[in-house]
């Protein structure tokens, strides 16, 4: 195996952790009110954006990024409050949701664009430099690619076991099943919903971060792609299903990198919608997706 | 004392109840009868808190409860079983009593609670880890019943609970609501469109009609001959 093929499969799997996380951050929201907030995208700008301008305002860099994450909470309450609720709330449920999540995505972008500037700014080592690696099997593995890695599936596993393993969590999932149930049987239906947007928010946030890291640097329309890629790895996988944006955001992240190594990165877009489409087309519920089950 | 007073329900244009005034005595069974799209489901669902109530009070032992959101209601200790088989149909038998349980007023420990579904209704136990959607007509009736009786409410609300169920079932599923009632002195409403099935087992009894109540009074009365023809007439 040469070596330009292992760190291309190397970086593919970290970028394409991140993906996963950026799908499960998406399928959180599905999961509640079967929305999607297509603001997503900027969410994650906004929170690497903050890191850089804290960090360069001389702000420890543990407190930057709980500044970044605190904000992208807090603007999580705001998408549920303004964009999706009056949307769900509309007789006869309205798609209104679609375009507002995306205006505040638009709005949001340009205010960065607006205070930030529109250049790409470097985004400062939080995890170890570039050039930091570690050498197994004669192997030189960039320590940030693992740190990511490593950083995106444990969060995809904690999250995944609150969701199996605590009546929280299944009762996010009964909200998904079936909502007027939930709330008959007392679950507070509102707070779940609310919860669901911060944590698909702070999903983002460090997503964001974790993208500008393996990147290098941040600019006001870098969320755009990684929301794009994302959704690809939520469908793939099987919208709403866990292992599946997981395997899902893996795979697109592989083959965007090989295709960005091998063919051309100009490819890496097309490559990746092309599989979208075969997909819908072949297993519309995705590859882990499973079918309703239920008997008259 | 659940209490429903001058009740109007209205989806848009469309008014469900028009002035529904009601009682359930505390401890009793009470029947709410009525031909299909007489007003019962809307009835229970208003006092659930998931219908909207243009005017009138619900009332919860003299409480006023009719701007609590569905949750608060819940947490006071109604329980609803709606019509429909309406269960978390990927979740399994055990994972929907746990989460009925959870959210309930948790009486017993989970442990013992689920100990006594199974006790009841023993395939229940045989199907633990079955999907809901995936049991028979009757078993996802006998888990509507034991997921709303797991909450240990105060008071329960059955809709069309012998819906689409063999009679054989039906037997079984009304034996336990009555011994559910007797034994843990909850107030119960049933919404039934078995009118005969419903009055034998209840204390007192309303008629339904196109939203308003055309027929009140003791069971055994509107049981008994007399009124016989009048409950018949107001089914047509």
Redesign the interface.
Known sequence: MDDFFFSLVLAGISVGSVYALIAIGLNLTFWTTRTLNFGQGSLMMLCAMLVVFLASQGLAMALAVIGGLLVVAALGVFVERFTIRPALVA?GGSMGWVVSTLGFGIVLQGVAAKYFGSQAMAFPDVLFTTQDYVTVLGQHLSLQYLVVLALSVSLILLLELFVRKT?WG??V??IS??P??A????????LIILGSFVASSLLAGVAGILSAQIGGTVDPAFGFDLVLFGFVAAVLGGMGCSVGALVGGLAVGLISKLVGGYISTAAEHAIAFALLMAMLALRPQGLLG?P????A | MLEVQDLHVGY?AVQALQGVTLGAAAGGITAVLGANGAGKSSLLRAI???APVTQGRILLDGRDITAL???AR??LGLA?A?EGR??????TVE?NL???W???ARGVPLAEAIAEVHQRFPILGQRART?A????GGQQQMLILS?ATI?SPRYLLLDEPSLGLAPIIVQQIYAFITDYARRSGTTVLIAEQMATLALKVSDRGYVLRRGRVVLEGRSEELLAGGSEDKLAANYL
């Open positions: 007789s009546v299944q009762a999932f009964a099943l079936d007027e149930l709330l008959v049987q007392g679950m507070p239906v509102r499973r309703e089950v239920s008997k | 848009g659930s808190g998931i959101p569905a949750p819940a947490r609803h709606m309406r269960l978390f149909r990927q979740l994972d746990r989460l009925a959870s959210f309930g999907p959607g995936l049991l028979s997921c909450r």
